[in-house]
Protein backbone atom coordinates (compact mmCIF):
# COMPACT_ATOMS: atom_id res chain seq x y z
CA UNK A 1 0.00 0.00 0.00
CA UNK A 2 1.39 3.41 -0.77
CA UNK A 3 2.02 6.16 1.88
CA UNK A 4 -1.02 8.18 0.37
CA UNK A 5 -3.14 5.43 1.21
CA UNK A 6 -2.11 4.23 4.63
CA UNK A 7 -2.79 8.23 5.72
CA UNK A 8 -6.36 7.62 4.16
CA UNK A 9 -6.92 4.29 5.86
CA UNK A 10 -5.10 5.66 9.10
CA UNK A 11 -7.84 9.07 9.03
CA UNK A 12 -10.84 6.78 8.13
CA UNK A 13 -9.94 4.05 11.35
CA UNK A 14 -9.72 7.49 13.13
CA UNK A 15 -12.96 9.12 11.97
CA UNK A 16 -14.92 5.82 12.44
CA UNK A 17 -13.29 5.78 16.05
CA UNK A 18 -14.22 9.34 17.24
CA UNK A 19 -18.12 8.80 16.13
CA UNK A 20 -18.18 5.41 18.15
CA UNK A 21 -16.29 7.39 21.24
CA UNK A 22 -18.91 10.09 20.59
CA UNK A 23 -22.05 7.46 20.30
CA UNK A 24 -20.51 6.39 23.87
CA UNK A 25 -20.21 9.69 25.61
CA UNK A 26 -23.62 10.31 24.45
CA UNK A 27 -25.22 6.81 26.33
CA UNK A 28 -23.18 7.60 29.66
CA UNK A 29 -24.95 10.96 29.53
CA UNK A 30 -28.24 9.69 29.49
CA UNK A 31 -27.82 6.97 31.91
CA UNK A 32 -25.85 9.23 34.33
CA UNK A 33 -29.11 11.93 33.88
CA UNK A 34 -31.64 8.78 34.48
CA UNK A 35 -30.29 8.15 37.78
CA UNK A 36 -29.62 11.53 38.70
CA UNK A 37 -33.66 11.66 38.22
CA UNK A 38 -33.89 8.59 40.30
CA UNK A 39 -32.30 9.58 43.13
CA UNK A 40 -33.70 13.05 43.18
CA UNK A 41 -37.20 12.02 42.96
CA UNK A 42 -39.70 12.25 45.80
CA UNK A 43 -41.96 9.93 47.63
CA UNK A 44 -44.05 9.68 44.26
CA UNK A 45 -43.75 8.82 40.80
CA UNK A 46 -44.55 11.35 38.26
CA UNK A 47 -44.90 8.66 35.48
CA UNK A 48 -47.62 6.23 38.04
CA UNK A 49 -50.99 5.85 35.63
CA UNK A 50 -54.20 7.44 36.69
CA UNK A 51 -56.72 5.33 38.49
CA UNK A 52 -60.23 5.45 39.27
CA UNK A 53 -61.55 5.50 42.78
CA UNK A 54 -64.64 5.57 44.67
CA UNK A 55 -66.55 7.19 48.00
CA UNK A 56 -70.08 7.01 49.42
CA UNK A 57 -72.06 10.46 50.43
CA UNK A 58 -74.10 9.42 53.28
CA UNK A 59 -75.92 12.68 53.10
CA UNK A 60 -77.07 11.75 49.20
CA UNK A 61 -77.93 8.17 49.22
CA UNK A 62 -75.36 7.46 46.88
CA UNK A 63 -71.98 6.30 45.64
CA UNK A 64 -69.25 8.74 43.33
CA UNK A 65 -66.79 7.71 41.01
CA UNK A 66 -62.93 10.02 41.25
CA UNK A 67 -60.49 10.23 38.75
CA UNK A 68 -56.69 10.41 40.72
CA UNK A 69 -54.31 11.73 38.36
CA UNK A 70 -51.21 9.11 38.94
CA UNK A 71 -48.47 12.07 37.98
CA UNK A 72 -50.24 14.96 40.16
CA UNK A 73 -52.74 13.05 42.82
CA UNK A 74 -55.23 15.70 41.97
CA UNK A 75 -58.96 14.37 42.33
CA UNK A 76 -61.39 15.39 39.43
CA UNK A 77 -65.19 14.24 39.96
CA UNK A 78 -66.76 11.42 37.87
CA UNK A 79 -70.03 9.95 37.38
CA UNK A 80 -72.61 9.75 40.59
CA UNK A 81 -74.92 6.67 40.67
CA UNK A 82 -78.40 7.76 41.48
CA UNK A 83 -79.48 9.25 44.72
CA UNK A 84 -81.50 6.75 47.10
CA UNK A 85 -83.56 8.19 50.20
CA UNK A 86 -82.99 6.61 53.43
CA UNK A 87 -80.12 4.59 52.99
CA UNK A 88 -76.98 6.88 54.39
CA UNK A 89 -74.29 4.34 52.40
CA UNK A 90 -70.77 4.36 54.66
CA UNK A 91 -68.51 1.46 54.26
CA UNK A 92 -67.25 0.93 51.03
CA UNK A 93 -65.41 -2.53 49.55
CA UNK A 94 -63.98 -3.11 45.76
CA UNK A 95 -63.22 -6.73 45.36
CA UNK A 96 -59.78 -6.95 43.83
CA UNK A 97 -60.96 -7.74 40.38
CA UNK A 98 -61.87 -4.28 40.32
CA UNK A 99 -65.49 -6.14 38.91
CA UNK A 100 -68.19 -5.25 41.60
CA UNK A 101 -67.73 -2.72 44.37
CA UNK A 102 -69.73 -3.05 47.69
CA UNK A 103 -71.54 -0.02 49.32
CA UNK A 104 -73.04 -0.61 52.99
CA UNK A 105 -76.31 1.17 53.62
CA UNK A 106 -76.11 1.68 57.38
CA UNK A 107 -79.77 3.55 57.80
CA UNK A 108 -81.14 1.00 55.68
CA UNK A 109 -79.99 -2.34 56.87
CA UNK A 110 -78.30 -3.44 53.31
CA UNK A 111 -75.84 -3.61 51.20
CA UNK A 112 -75.83 -2.80 47.49
CA UNK A 113 -74.11 -4.64 44.79
CA UNK A 114 -72.34 -2.52 41.69
CA UNK A 115 -70.93 -3.93 38.76
CA UNK A 116 -67.66 -1.77 37.78
CA UNK A 117 -67.13 -1.27 33.96
CA UNK A 118 -64.31 -1.13 31.93
CA UNK A 119 -64.19 2.64 32.48
CA UNK A 120 -64.60 2.36 36.19
CA UNK A 121 -68.52 3.73 36.31
CA UNK A 122 -71.22 2.32 38.61
CA UNK A 123 -74.03 0.47 37.43
CA UNK A 124 -76.39 -0.92 40.59
CA UNK A 125 -76.79 -5.02 40.54
CA UNK A 126 -80.29 -5.52 41.51
CA UNK A 127 -82.02 -4.79 44.91
CA UNK A 128 -79.72 -4.40 47.94
CA UNK A 129 -79.54 -7.54 50.28
CA UNK A 130 -79.80 -7.65 53.68
CA UNK A 131 -76.99 -6.45 55.64
CA UNK A 132 -77.44 -9.55 58.64
CA UNK A 133 -77.44 -7.02 61.53
CA UNK A 134 -78.69 -3.55 62.47
CA UNK A 135 -76.69 0.11 61.38
CA UNK A 136 -74.33 -1.80 59.28
CA UNK A 137 -70.71 0.28 58.83
CA UNK A 138 -67.25 -0.70 57.62
CA UNK A 139 -66.63 -3.19 55.10
CA UNK A 140 -63.45 -5.24 53.86
CA UNK A 141 -62.80 -8.19 51.65
CA UNK A 142 -60.19 -10.74 52.38
CA UNK A 143 -57.05 -11.07 50.06
CA UNK A 144 -58.49 -13.91 47.95
CA UNK A 145 -61.89 -11.64 47.21
CA UNK A 146 -63.68 -14.21 48.45
CA UNK A 147 -65.46 -12.71 51.25
CA UNK A 148 -66.91 -9.46 52.14
CA UNK A 149 -66.96 -8.79 56.50
CA UNK A 150 -69.25 -5.95 57.44
CA UNK A 151 -69.47 -4.46 61.12
CA UNK A 152 -73.10 -3.97 62.55
CA UNK A 153 -73.21 -1.34 65.38
CA UNK A 154 -76.51 -1.46 66.65
CA UNK A 155 -76.48 -5.61 66.71
CA UNK A 156 -72.41 -5.90 68.32
CA UNK A 157 -71.96 -8.13 65.33
CA UNK A 158 -69.87 -8.59 62.62
CA UNK A 159 -71.76 -10.37 59.14
CA UNK A 160 -69.55 -12.26 56.64
CA UNK A 161 -70.36 -13.39 53.10
CA UNK A 162 -68.95 -15.47 50.14
CA UNK A 163 -68.56 -13.92 47.35
CA UNK A 164 -70.03 -15.07 43.55
CA UNK A 165 -66.73 -14.19 41.63
CA UNK A 166 -68.93 -14.35 38.52
CA UNK A 167 -72.08 -12.35 39.94
CA UNK A 168 -70.71 -10.58 42.59
CA UNK A 169 -73.70 -11.84 44.55
CA UNK A 170 -73.86 -12.16 48.44
CA UNK A 171 -74.03 -15.15 50.49
CA UNK A 172 -73.86 -15.96 54.19
CA UNK A 173 -71.52 -17.84 55.71
CA UNK A 174 -72.21 -20.23 58.24
CA UNK A 175 -72.53 -18.69 61.88
CA UNK A 176 -73.08 -15.34 60.62
CA UNK A 177 -73.16 -12.79 61.80
CA UNK A 178 -70.63 -13.53 64.25
CA UNK A 179 -70.70 -11.14 67.87
CA UNK A 180 -67.91 -8.70 68.61
CA UNK A 181 -68.70 -7.05 71.83
CA UNK A 182 -70.29 -3.36 72.06
CA UNK A 183 -70.60 -0.79 69.25
CA UNK A 184 -67.98 -2.43 66.62
CA UNK A 185 -67.17 -0.03 64.26
CA UNK A 186 -63.91 -0.02 62.38
CA UNK A 187 -62.60 -3.52 60.89
CA UNK A 188 -59.30 -4.86 59.25
CA UNK A 189 -58.10 -7.83 57.57
CA UNK A 190 -54.47 -8.47 57.66
CA UNK A 191 -52.27 -8.98 54.88
CA UNK A 192 -52.35 -12.57 55.17
CA UNK A 193 -55.97 -12.92 55.51
CA UNK A 194 -55.33 -14.90 58.83
CA UNK A 195 -56.44 -12.25 61.51
CA UNK A 196 -59.30 -9.81 61.63
CA UNK A 197 -59.26 -6.86 64.03
CA UNK A 198 -62.54 -4.82 64.75
CA UNK A 199 -62.62 -1.36 66.96
CA UNK A 200 -65.14 -0.75 69.94
CA UNK A 201 -65.24 2.63 70.96
CA UNK A 202 -67.52 2.29 73.70
CA UNK A 203 -65.61 -0.09 75.82
CA UNK A 204 -62.07 1.13 74.47
CA UNK A 205 -60.94 -2.53 73.09
CA UNK A 206 -60.30 -4.59 69.85
CA UNK A 207 -62.10 -7.45 69.46
CA UNK A 208 -59.85 -10.03 67.51
CA UNK A 209 -60.70 -12.78 65.20
CA UNK A 210 -58.89 -15.93 63.89
CA UNK A 211 -59.91 -16.07 60.08
CA UNK A 212 -60.94 -18.92 58.25
CA UNK A 213 -59.91 -19.13 54.21
CA UNK A 214 -61.37 -21.84 53.72
CA UNK A 215 -65.05 -20.99 54.87
CA UNK A 216 -65.19 -17.44 55.87
CA UNK A 217 -65.98 -18.17 59.93
CA UNK A 218 -65.00 -15.33 62.81
CA UNK A 219 -62.63 -17.82 66.00
CA UNK A 220 -62.61 -15.25 68.66
CA UNK A 221 -58.89 -14.87 70.00
CA UNK A 222 -58.10 -15.85 73.53
CA UNK A 223 -57.95 -12.83 75.15
CA UNK A 224 -60.10 -10.54 72.92
CA UNK A 225 -61.07 -8.07 73.73
CA UNK A 226 -57.93 -6.24 74.01
CA UNK A 227 -57.95 -2.67 75.74
CA UNK A 228 -56.64 -0.02 73.98
CA UNK A 229 -56.72 2.37 76.73
CA UNK A 230 -53.62 3.14 79.33
CA UNK A 231 -55.98 5.71 80.77
CA UNK A 232 -59.66 6.79 81.03
CA UNK A 233 -62.03 8.37 78.66
CA UNK A 234 -62.93 6.84 75.01
CA UNK A 235 -60.95 5.42 72.39
CA UNK A 236 -60.44 2.39 70.15
CA UNK A 237 -61.79 3.77 66.73
CA UNK A 238 -59.42 3.64 63.58
CA UNK A 239 -56.86 1.19 62.98
CA UNK A 240 -53.98 0.25 60.92
CA UNK A 241 -51.35 -2.87 60.29
CA UNK A 242 -48.42 -2.61 58.67
CA UNK A 243 -47.61 -4.83 55.39
CA UNK A 244 -45.43 -7.35 57.25
CA UNK A 245 -48.49 -7.84 60.08
CA UNK A 246 -45.99 -7.32 62.64
CA UNK A 247 -47.91 -4.13 64.39
CA UNK A 248 -51.07 -2.97 64.63
CA UNK A 249 -52.10 0.70 65.39
CA UNK A 250 -54.94 1.95 67.17
CA UNK A 251 -56.19 5.57 67.44
CA UNK A 252 -58.18 6.68 70.89
CA UNK A 253 -59.56 9.78 69.98
CA UNK A 254 -60.88 11.37 73.63
CA UNK A 255 -58.40 9.10 75.93
CA UNK A 256 -56.61 10.29 78.86
CA UNK A 257 -53.26 10.44 78.79
CA UNK A 258 -50.71 8.97 81.28
CA UNK A 259 -47.90 11.16 83.01
CA UNK A 260 -46.36 13.28 81.12
CA UNK A 261 -48.69 14.28 79.01
CA UNK A 262 -51.82 14.55 81.18
CA UNK A 263 -52.76 17.75 79.89
CA UNK A 264 -53.18 16.74 76.34
CA UNK A 265 -56.13 14.27 74.73
CA UNK A 266 -56.03 11.27 72.86
CA UNK A 267 -53.58 8.86 71.60
CA UNK A 268 -52.25 6.23 69.49
CA UNK A 269 -52.28 2.77 71.09
CA UNK A 270 -49.43 -0.21 69.51
CA UNK A 271 -49.85 -3.57 69.75
CA UNK A 272 -47.36 -6.49 68.55
CA UNK A 273 -49.31 -9.55 66.86
CA UNK A 274 -48.26 -12.62 67.12
CA UNK A 275 -47.87 -14.13 64.28
CA UNK A 276 -49.09 -17.86 65.40
CA UNK A 277 -52.50 -16.42 67.50
CA UNK A 278 -52.72 -13.35 66.64
CA UNK A 279 -52.82 -12.11 69.97
CA UNK A 280 -52.64 -8.56 70.62
CA UNK A 281 -49.51 -7.85 73.52
CA UNK A 282 -48.74 -3.29 73.97
CA UNK A 283 -45.84 -2.26 72.18
CA UNK A 284 -43.22 -0.93 74.80
CA UNK A 285 -44.18 3.14 75.52
CA UNK A 286 -47.55 2.74 74.38
CA UNK A 287 -50.18 4.88 74.11
CA UNK A 288 -47.97 7.45 71.64
CA UNK A 289 -49.32 10.87 71.49
CA UNK A 290 -48.37 14.50 70.22
CA UNK A 291 -48.41 18.06 71.52
CA UNK A 292 -51.86 19.02 70.56
CA UNK A 293 -55.13 18.52 72.72
CA UNK A 294 -57.20 17.15 70.08
CA UNK A 295 -57.14 12.82 69.89
CA UNK A 296 -56.78 11.28 66.15
CA UNK A 297 -59.54 9.25 65.07
CA UNK A 298 -58.91 8.21 61.15
CA UNK A 299 -55.23 6.67 61.02
CA UNK A 300 -53.48 4.72 58.05
CA UNK A 301 -49.56 3.16 57.46
CA UNK A 302 -47.76 3.83 54.43
CA UNK A 303 -46.99 0.57 51.87
CA UNK A 304 -43.38 0.65 52.98
CA UNK A 305 -43.69 0.55 56.62
CA UNK A 306 -41.54 3.42 57.37
CA UNK A 307 -44.83 6.18 58.44
CA UNK A 308 -47.65 6.07 60.97
CA UNK A 309 -50.25 9.22 59.78
CA UNK A 310 -53.09 9.87 62.05
CA UNK A 311 -55.97 12.41 61.79
CA UNK A 312 -57.91 14.70 64.27
CA UNK A 313 -60.98 16.47 63.42
CA UNK A 314 -62.40 20.62 63.71
CA UNK A 315 -61.40 23.75 62.44
CA UNK A 316 -57.67 23.13 64.24
CA UNK A 317 -57.46 19.86 62.68
CA UNK A 318 -53.72 18.53 61.91
CA UNK A 319 -51.99 15.31 60.55
CA UNK A 320 -49.66 13.71 63.12
CA UNK A 321 -46.63 11.22 61.78
CA UNK A 322 -44.78 9.29 63.37
CA UNK A 323 -42.02 7.07 61.91
CA UNK A 324 -42.21 3.44 63.23
CA UNK A 325 -39.15 2.16 64.77
CA UNK A 326 -38.46 -1.74 62.49
CA UNK A 327 -36.84 -3.52 65.62
CA UNK A 328 -39.47 -2.54 68.06
CA UNK A 329 -42.94 -0.92 66.42
CA UNK A 330 -42.68 1.95 68.72
CA UNK A 331 -43.67 5.16 67.21
CA UNK A 332 -41.34 8.59 67.44
CA UNK A 333 -42.57 11.97 66.30
CA UNK A 334 -41.20 13.43 62.99
CA UNK A 335 -40.06 16.76 62.90
CA UNK A 336 -42.27 19.28 63.01
CA UNK A 337 -45.58 16.85 63.56
CA UNK A 338 -48.55 17.30 64.17
CA UNK A 339 -48.79 19.19 60.78
CA UNK A 340 -51.35 22.03 61.37
CA UNK A 341 -52.86 21.10 57.64
CA UNK A 342 -56.12 21.01 56.66
CA UNK A 343 -57.68 17.27 57.70
CA UNK A 344 -60.29 15.49 58.81
CA UNK A 345 -61.32 12.37 60.58
CA UNK A 346 -63.78 10.46 58.33
CA UNK A 347 -61.04 8.48 56.75
CA UNK A 348 -57.33 8.00 56.03
CA UNK A 349 -55.69 6.06 53.13
CA UNK A 350 -52.37 5.96 50.88
CA UNK A 351 -52.42 4.55 47.49
CA UNK A 352 -50.38 1.03 47.34
CA UNK A 353 -47.88 2.50 45.45
CA UNK A 354 -47.22 5.13 48.22
CA UNK A 355 -47.76 8.02 46.31
CA UNK A 356 -50.45 9.65 47.43
CA UNK A 357 -52.11 10.28 51.20
CA UNK A 358 -55.90 11.29 51.54
CA UNK A 359 -57.85 12.55 54.45
CA UNK A 360 -62.10 12.61 54.52
CA UNK A 361 -62.92 15.93 55.90
CA UNK A 362 -66.40 17.36 57.27
CA UNK A 363 -65.46 20.76 57.49
CA UNK A 364 -64.88 21.25 52.96
CA UNK A 365 -67.07 18.20 52.59
CA UNK A 366 -64.12 16.70 50.60
CA UNK A 367 -61.06 14.83 50.33
CA UNK A 368 -57.50 16.43 51.35
CA UNK A 369 -54.84 15.10 49.09
CA UNK A 370 -51.19 15.37 49.73
CA UNK A 371 -47.71 13.74 48.50
CA UNK A 372 -45.26 12.87 51.69
CA UNK A 373 -41.06 12.58 51.95
CA UNK A 374 -40.02 9.12 51.74
CA UNK A 375 -37.17 10.09 54.37
CA UNK A 376 -38.96 12.50 56.17
CA UNK A 377 -42.47 11.68 56.48
CA UNK A 378 -43.69 15.42 56.36
CA UNK A 379 -46.61 16.00 53.96
CA UNK A 380 -47.26 18.80 51.40
CA UNK A 381 -50.71 19.55 50.23
CA UNK A 382 -51.29 18.97 46.25
CA UNK A 383 -52.10 21.54 44.20
CA UNK A 384 -56.11 22.25 44.23
CA UNK A 385 -56.44 20.22 47.54
CA UNK A 386 -59.14 19.99 49.44
CA UNK A 387 -61.03 18.74 46.55
CA UNK A 388 -64.95 19.25 46.89
CA UNK A 389 -67.43 16.08 46.89
CA UNK A 390 -70.31 18.61 47.56
CA UNK A 391 -71.55 16.02 50.47
CA UNK A 392 -69.00 15.05 53.10
CA UNK A 393 -67.67 11.65 52.01
CA UNK A 394 -68.27 8.55 54.09
CA UNK A 395 -65.36 6.30 52.68
CA UNK A 396 -63.14 5.94 50.05
CA UNK A 397 -61.64 3.05 48.11
CA UNK A 398 -58.95 3.19 45.16
CA UNK A 399 -58.84 0.94 41.98
CA UNK A 400 -55.12 0.00 42.35
Keep these: MSFLGAACAARACQSRLSRILVTVMLVIVVVLAGLSLSCGKSSYTATAASQNAYVTLPASGSVLQLHINGATGTITMGAQTP ?32 NVASDGTLTLSGAPVPAGGSSPNAAVIDPTG ?35 HTNPTEILITPSGKFVYVTNPNIGAITAF ?29 LAVDGSERFLYVTNPSASNPPPNVSTVGNISGFNIDPNTGALT ?9 TNGIGPSAITVDPAGKFVY ?3 TGSSSSIWCFAITPTTGQLVAVTNSPFSLAAGGLFALID ?11 VGNGISGYTYSASTGAPTVIVGSPFSTGKAPGKMVLSQ
Excluded at 92 to 111: D, E, M
Excluded at 282 to 290: E, R
Design 83 to 114: VTENTSPTGLALLPSKKFLYAINSRANTISIF
Design 282 to 290: PILGSPFTA
Design 146 to 180: SYLLVTNNLTDDVSVFSIDAGSGALTPVAGSPFPA
Design 210 to 238: AFSSSDGTLTPLPGSPFSSLAGGGGGAFG
Design 310 to 312: ATT
Design 352 to 362: PKGNFLYIGTQ
